[in-house]
T-cell receptor, first 109, second 115 residues
Framework: GQSLEQPSEVTAVEGAIVQINCTYQ??????LSWYQQHDGGAPTFLSY????GLEETGRFSSFLSRSDSYGYLLLQELQMKDSASYFC??????????FGSGTRLLVRP | DTAVSQTPKYLVTQMGNDKSIKCEQN?????MYWYKQDSKKFLKIMFS???????INETVPNRFSPKSPDKAHLNLHINSLELGDSAVYFC??????????????FGSGTRLTVV
C-alpha cells in the first residue's frame, strides 16, 4: 500500500531550528513535496525534491534520500508565524499526489 | 489577482440535498484537482482533470460528480448529501500533470457542513 509517516506534533521555541521527518512507501516515486497550512487556510507549496540532497529556500530547507525513502523539512530561525501544519507529499506512478497526515508545529515565545 | 478561487466558502445544508461547488483558476494551468480534508486534517485526492480530461477518479461515492467545462474550471456536484460528507473541499491546480517542480496552488476551500 501507500503510506507516508510524519510526527503528529512538534513544539519549538522562537529562533530555534526544527526538523520534521517524513518516511514514505508508495507505488512509484516522482518526488517529495512539502506544504504548509495555517489553521483555516489553504495548503501552500513550500518545496520539491526529485533528487537526493538538500534544497534551500530562505529559512526553509528540504532534504531527500531516495534509497532510505526518507526526507525532512528543516525550518531555521523559527518565527511565531511558522506555527502551522506541515504536510509531506509524494507523487506516485498514477500522477496522484499523496499527502502525509501532517505535523502540527507549535512555536512558543 | 491570479489565483484559484472556489465558491462558496461555507455551505451548510440538510441531508439528502444536492449541492455544487465551483472552482476557477486563472493561472493558465493545465491540471486541476479536488481534494477532501477531513476533521483530522487528512488530505485525500478525489478527482483530477488534465486539459478537461478526467485522469484520476479515486474511490469516492458516485454521488460525487466532477465536471470540467474548460481547463480553467472544475466543478464538483454532490447528490443526496450525507452527514459523512461534512469536510473541507479544496480545489487545486498545477502547471501540468507532473505537478512537481512548482507544486499545486490550492483554493481557499469550501467548508461543507451537512446537518
Amino acid at each position: 500500500g501507500q503510506s507516508l509517516e510524519q510526527p503528529s506534533e512538534v513544539t519549538a521555541v522562537e529562533g530555534a531550528i526544527v526538523q520534521i521527518n517524513c518516511t514514505y512507501q508508495t507505488s512509484g516515486f516522482y518526488g517529495l513535496s512539502w506544504y504548509q497550512q495555517h489553521d483555516g487556510g489553504a495548503p501552500t507549496f513550500l518545496s520539491y525534491n526529485a533528487l537526493d540532497g538538500l534544497e534551500e529556500t530562505g529559512r526553509f530547507s528540504s532534504f531527500l534520500s531516495r534509497s532510505d525513502s526518507y526526507g525532512y523539512l528543516l525550518l531555521q530561525e523559527l518565527q511565531m508565524k511558522d506555527s502551522a501544519s506541515y504536510f509531506c507529499a509524494v507523487r506516485d506512478s498514477s500522477y496522484k499526489l499523496i499527502f502525509g497526515s501532517g505535523t502540527r508545529l507549535l512555536v512558543r515565545p | 489577482d491570479t489565483a484559484v478561487s472556489q465558491t462558496p466558502k461555507y455551505l451548510v445544508t440538510q441531508m439528502g440535498n444536492d449541492k455544487s461547488i465551483k472552482c476557477e483558476q486563472n493561472l493558465g494551468h493545465d491540471t486541476m484537482y479536488w481534494y477532501k480534508q477531513d476533521s483530522k486534517k487528512f488530505l485525500k485526492i478525489m478527482f483530477s482533470y488534465n486539459n478537461k480530461e478526467l485522469i484520476i477518479n479515486e474511490t469516492v461515492p458516485n454521488r460525487f460528480s466532477p465536471k470540467s467545462p474548460d481547463k480553467a474550471h472544475l466543478n464538483l456536484h454532490i447528490n443526496s448529501l450525507e452527514l459523512g460528507d461534512s469536510a473541507v473541499y479544496f480545489c487545486a491546480s498545477s502547471q501540468d500533470i507532473s505537478g512537481g517542480l512548482y507544486g499545486y496552488t490550492f483554493g481557499s476551500g469550501t467548508r461543507l457542513t451537512v446537518v
